[in-house]
């Protein structure tokens, strides 16, 4: 197989990919004060390919955490006892995440 897909990054499996491993690792320290540390250590012990598929799969996690929220929000219409604090939750979490997005890659 040639080239690097991303189909839907929540169902990926790893399958001996490093960069998928490493993100799932690191996507909690992933613009926090350690990260520069982290991100200097990852640059030192992978390759370019590894490297470059990561920050893609980075991106993704951020574009997914200012998407998925937005499933929440809708499905909270049903139930009408929680419908107010989890839409309310929601649109935090989509706006936060989103305001990172588009800071961090310039969008």
Known sequence: MSGTSIID???ITPNEDKAID???LLWPYFQTKSWPDWNRFITNI???ENSERLNIYFRAKLFDE??????DYIEA???KEVK???QERAKRFHFKAYHEYK???KT
């Open 9 to 11: 990054w929540d169902d």
């Open 46 to 48: 992978t390759d370019s």
């Open 103 to 105: 800071e961090f890659y």
């Open 22 to 24: 490493y993100s799932d």
């Open 77 to 79: 219409e049903e139930f």
């Open 66 to 71: 200012a998407i998925d929220v937005l499933a």
């Open 84 to 86: 107010d604090l989890t």
